[in-house]
DNA sequence: CGAAATTTTGATCACGTTCAACTTCAGTGG
DNA sequence: CCACTGAAGTTGAACGTGATCAAAATTTCG
């Protein structure tokens, strides 16, 4: 296996075989260094060419005619970027870098006739899109259904979930790159309103902040307030 | 090209000969007829079978411990059923039928195998799974940053779109067994303030309802209070 | 026709947004 | 090294929105 978190996540969705790996591993061959906060796809385009994330943080959002933005979902290490992208006419959303990234490139289509000729990487990708499809689902619950509070402590444990997945997390820290600012375009919440979320949850001694890490001091009781799903872990 | 709307779906998304349609035709054969407001898919578990919606409607939803619930989706003709609950270990929502609901089951380990075989199959199920994918985003950028007025328009719209690709839109009318409570569900809204939009709307000279059918008087205007992306369409 | 589900309406009030000001912090150039 | 700048975090006050609860009207269906 090779160390890369992409196929440390594809590892435990399906099962590859190590000629699958080093197919997916030559496909991808193209490096591509991101400067933070630099538009990666823009809304409305179509890409020739898809991504992997070997590091750095992202998101995808979108732009309403309000001005307001949504984020839709947090890009992490291991994520492929532009699918949707390639896949439609039109990308339905715009992915920005948080941080410094650095991405791996691969044709779209000399991606689709890997799947072809190795039904098993297309088999794979399925899974990764059912994945990403219930993170969204789960933002969606928490966005029209639970109250803020519970919302910024759910966001909280998925985010770290997704981070332990590829490997990011060390004890009860959790270490992001991810502003208040969106936090609240994630969570369908004013900017100031996360804030006293956080304080409550500081006051509640759930979790503490010093420099840029969160520590996760009573996890038991925060996944109680997030009203965690026990089917999700 | 056999007249079902799941095919229907499948050929404006990808490229499927006719022997991979006929494939898929043999793979979904057992017949399941399921009554009114039944639940099909209880969240938590898993399944083994995965089903093709021929008739009727249903909804994707989550339960969450306030008892509150959140619709994530809206289950029409020619939509696949079961697919995450088959892949992952435990299912991440639940699925239930609003109206008599007629259904094509078939084993998921004849799914995958087929997928093997015939790997055009895989890919056109990627395809679906990230087509699936931007209709819960664009629910997600709905209930985080719309007003409550745009989200009962957009989702109007959405709903009709995603009807209209399936064959089920005749005229300006509108036609759909949603009750004001599942609309609130999914929109993150509380009943009533669903029906004051509506009436807002009819004042507005937008829509009229007669029966359970809607009908759209004004689409330019509701698409334009919507905010609708001219991307999607 | 009767029972149940759905829609409609109203009154009240808590919650979370908005807007604005201020603080703190990080990075940069003088 | 410190002053300067812009970004991010923090706090407060006021307001408006949409939830909540309850009841009535209407429709649907057995």
Not at 20 to 47: C, M, Q, W
Not at 128 to 141: D, G, I, M, P
Not at 165 to 172: F, I, K, L, R, T
Not at 180 to 194: R, W
Request: charge should be positive; charged fraction near 25%.
């Amino acid at each position: 296996m090779i160390a890369n978190p992409f196929f440390r996540r594809l590892d435990r969705l399906s099962r590859l075989s190590n000629a699958d790996i080093s197919a997916l591993d030559n496909l991808f061959d193209e490096e591509r260094e991101i400067t933070k906060k630099k538009d990666i796809v823009p809304a409305g385009y179509k890409l020739t060419k898809v991504y992997l994330v070997e590091h750095g943080f992202g998101i995808r959002y979108k732009l309403l005619p309000s001005g307001k933005r949504q984020v839709l979902n947090v890009i992490l290490p291991g994520y492929i970027i532009g699918l949707s992208a390639a896949i439609f006419s039109r990308s339905p959303w715009s992915v920005m870098s948080l941080t410094v990234m650095s991405l791996k490139a691969a044709p779209f289509d000399r991606f689709i006739e890997t799947c072809y000729a190795r039904p098993a990487i297309a088999i794979a990708m399925m899974s990764l899109s059912e994945q990403k499809h219930a993170y969204v689902s789960e933002r969606l619950a928490d966005i029209g259904r639970r109250t803020p509070i519970e919302r910024v402590a759910h966001f909280i444990i998925e985010i770290r979930e997704r981070l332990r997945a590829v490997g990011y997390v060390v004890g009860n820290d959790l270490e992001t790159p991810l502003s208040q600012e969106v936090i609240a375009d994630c969570l369908g919440l004013s900017m100031p309103h996360v804030n006293r979320m956080l304080r409550k949850l500081k006051e509640m001694r759930l979790i503490t902040t010093r420099d840029q890490v969160m520590t996760l001091t009573n996890q038991t009781e925060l996944g109680l307030l997030a009203g965690c799903d026990p089917t999700m872990s």
